[in-house]
């Protein structure tokens, strides 16, 4: 693994190329250790079925490639061209007015220019208008074509690897051209030759035969909750117990694995449990599943097909176990997944019902045909209805901002649902600028199947903007609690944070809101869900 | 390709551009080639050209639903939602499309990142850049008031309207241009504006090095095409004036098709006709279809309704999935174990192992 440069290394950037280039297409892509992850295991691709399971390094020169593979990937980028009309049109229209240039997170960081946006797309649209247009089959280099060879190939791969699909660069775009959509398509090309990285590979074999990216296994997800389950009643005195795979329960929960494995996330599931045991009195009737064990996809960073195959587990787990509706946990990508494909993927769900909250009768009206609800909407809906008693000060001792993660951002518009919780959990709330939030938030720096350890450079270099803004706001205010409402990001931005900004935390949203949570005989809370010592409370523990 | 290699060879294709039209009616008097000839051809290229295109983008259909949101979804009645960057019905698409299409609401939207270091310490802003946006619209309204305004020249008689815009246009600087009074017409603005916008989207990417590293000749070759026919119309207008009662009888002729080449108009004329000819042609082979393109971009033109109206992907086809029953074969016992609910006990077979 390479050594992680300090961060005053990784901040000397250059983001202006030098004027005499020889201008990028004559230029090979040299890969860097740090930045580029390590490639698929066999047995990974082969467990799924995937093409062409072998053994190799990206730093070899030989990727051992199929003997046909120019044919097959030529002829893969011709049949999306027309399934696609999103591929067509933006490998088309762009007019390289370079809007899009400084506003990718990976180029803010890392000051290659092959990471803006605009010449991203354009290591494909170069071998589009070779074999596609006119122009480039007559004018070639003069038109801005070249032909697809062994080191495009590798180029393609290189950089299709450090995007990390969040649409920044979509937003600007005049014409709507959207990164995500060329790299989406662009790495179903690198998987038809057998090129992707272990990082998405093995989670995506781990998910199709466990349910979920961890290989959590059903006993070993049960302990996992149980041993919440234990730590919640050290610390409110309730045993809180969970159900799981229980048919005829009204709602199916489904989060990411990644909040029962691991810090910080493992709080988030907390919150989800306090939660749902707060509401059972209320008639709350919900069950988790290990079958459909996991809220994210990262079949959607493989291929469309790989993302329709993993995420057809929650429709059928719904339908087993005949529930009426679907909650889902906090997580990003995973909530693109469910907004803009679940239903088109796997749909229609006409054995569920129309989501109505068993606690409050809101009808979820947003939810209409996917019936799938996310678990922050319900919860804000309970807040506003006054049915979670809560004590924000509970919370005062963190100075919180939030981190829009992309895809609930710009793949839905999930906006206010998330800060109306947080406002209500917490006193100290404080927003980053408006240019790194919302709609124009600045990626974690490793979504998208980037979150290994193995390229943890361009990782930090990625989430530069995001931690800058943090900086910002720590400076400024003293926020030291930087909370999200994605699985990934838990799972990152501690890292991030440690490199750019020490002394932030990371939290989920339900996080918060358990420890808010007032539960009818509790113990006195000495202790958040964390363990720590609630500042102000050991007082009163004193005075007991 | 050098961005100086890419910059000369769209300095010398609209060399030849010009050369063309000046040696075919210049020395071989080839008025009705183009006069006549190529602009037809030119304009029939542009029309099926845009056709084909977007009948070709057309074919290929629209799987997913992937707006790029921008702004708060429609939600709870308590919840103020955004209903034109993240639209739920049509309405909102109608609107958010004219504002992308006539206020380039996206570009608008355009910062510039400002990277500096302060002992080492990384800080990054996000600052005001509008000029992009501005010079996008000054360049595209002028052209287009500067097309209408040339109605007067296929029209007999010439609508109120463009008389109306020629007034307009040209009021700004009447009795202001210097060489008023040496019997020189008044300036239009938006040939000034033209000019001065094209020149600047030039310049821009030449010393922007961001942008001058992903340009290639297609992005110059408009650029220099557009400014040789604003400069030749230009020149025309106030400078080498053409016979402009001939130019309207080839005009007229050409649009009611019944073509007149007439003689002695001036070979000026004819290159500015076949720089047109040439920027109409290489159209719908060229970025310049965006302008058709936008209309159909699916991250703008599609409502974010997902998750309440079904979407359909005309090409869906079933998949490989691993069933809850392939789960439950390879976990039963540890399930079973673990107190976790399954649909068939396990199998008698391991039973009579454990008991052995």
Known sequence: MADTPKPAETAKIDHYPSPFEKGWMNKRAELKPGVYCYASKPKNLEYVGMPFPKEWHPADEDWKLPENWKEIVEEGFKDRLDKYRSFKLFMDICVRCGACADKCHFFIGSGDPKNMPVLRAELLRSVYRKNHTLAGKILGPFAGARELTEDVLKEWWYYLYQCTECRRCSLFCPYGIDTAEITILGRELTNLVGLNTDWIA???????????HLGIQP??????????????????????EQDLNRKGAEILFITPSGDVFADPGTFTCMGYMMLFHYLKEQGLDITWSTYASEGGNFGYFTSHEMAKRL????????????????????????????????DTFNGPPDFLEEPVSPITGTKFKNAKTTKMVHIVEFTADLIKNNKLKLDPSRNDHLKVTFHDSCNPARGMGFLEEPRYVIKNVCNNFYEMPLETIREQTFCCGSGAGLNAGENLELRM???????NAVKHVHEKYGVNMLSCICAIDRAVLPNLMEYWVPGVEVTGVHEMVANALVFDGEKK???????????????????? | MNFVLSILFSIFAVTVVILIPWIGVGALDLRVLFGIVIPYAAMATFFVGIVVRVIGWSRSPVPFRIPTTAGQEWSFPWIKSNPIDNPKGTWGVVVRMILEVLTFRSLFRNTRLEYRRIDGVPKIDYEWEKWLWIAALLFHYSFFVIFLRHFRFFTEPVPAFVTLLQNLDGFMQMGAAPFNGFGLPGVYLTDMLLMAAVTWLLLRRI????????????DYFPLFLILALGTSGMLMRYLLRVDVTKVKELAIGLFKFSPVAPEGIGVLFYIHLFILCVLIAYFPFSKLMHLAGVFLSPTRNLSNNSRFVRHVNPWNYPVKTHTYEEYEDEFREHMIEAGIPVEKQAEPKAETEEKE
């Open chain 1, 219 to 240: 006993h070993a997800y049960k302990d996992m909750l149980d041993f919440f389950t234990d730590e919640i009643e050290d610390i409110t005195g309730i045993r809180m």
């Open chain 1, 461 to 467: 270099r990625g989430g530069l903007p995001r931690a």
């Open chain 1, 525 to 544: 809370r000495t202790m958040d869900l964390r363990g720590e010592t609630l500042p102000g409370m050991e007082e009163d523990e004193e005075d007991v």
């Open chain 1, 311 to 342: 995420n057809a587990k929650m429709y059928a787990e719904a339908k087993r176990l005949g529930v009426k509706w679907i909650l889902g946990g906090e997580c990003g990508h995973m909530w693109r997944v469910l907004n803009q494909y679940m």
């Open chain 1, 202 to 212: 093995a989670p995506v074999a781990n998910c199709y035969r466990t349910g979920n």
């Open chain 2, 207 to 218: 010393f922007y090095s961001q942008i001058r590293y992903v340009s290639l000749p297609s």
